[in-house]
């Protein structure tokens, strides 16, 4: 099964940055892609960003772009997150997704921790 392991969450200033970093195992699959999600407290899942591991087109979500940046290390298997001009809002906790096509399976990672202070 795929494997994904989430790290880089912190606690941070308003106006900082940090990288998350998603690294993925357990597949030889080249059709699927990788997503950010987030959740904060008393709030729903929300979408972020993904990336095509079959071609690497990214998408985001219209809030995200200018701030985020998605990228991947296909060497390391590695979806990373830079996320800049960080806001309290931005505080939640942020998971990775890894969608295989074309059967749909999902599978998530545990969640990272970020914490923007005002």
């Known amino acids: 099964d795929v494997q994904l392991q989430a790290s880089g969450g912190g606690l941070v200033q308003a106006g900082g940055s940090l990288r998350l970093s998603c690294a993925a195992s357990g597949f030889t699959h080249e059709d699927y892609a990788i997503g950010w999600f987030r959740q904060a407290p008393g709030k729903e899942r929300e979408a972020l960003s993904c990336?095509?591991?079959?071609?690497?087109?990214?998408s985001y979500i219209n809030s995200m772009k200018g701030r985020f940046t998605i990228s991947t290390d296909n060497a390391e298997n590695t979806v990373y997150l830079q996320m800049n001009s960080l806001k309290p809002e931005d505080t939640a906790v942020y998971y990775c997704r890894f969608n295989k096509f074309p059967d749909g399976m999902v599978y998530w990672g545990k969640g990272t921790q970020v914490t923007v202070s005002s």
């Open positions: 990336i095509s591991g079959s071609d690497g087109s990214t």
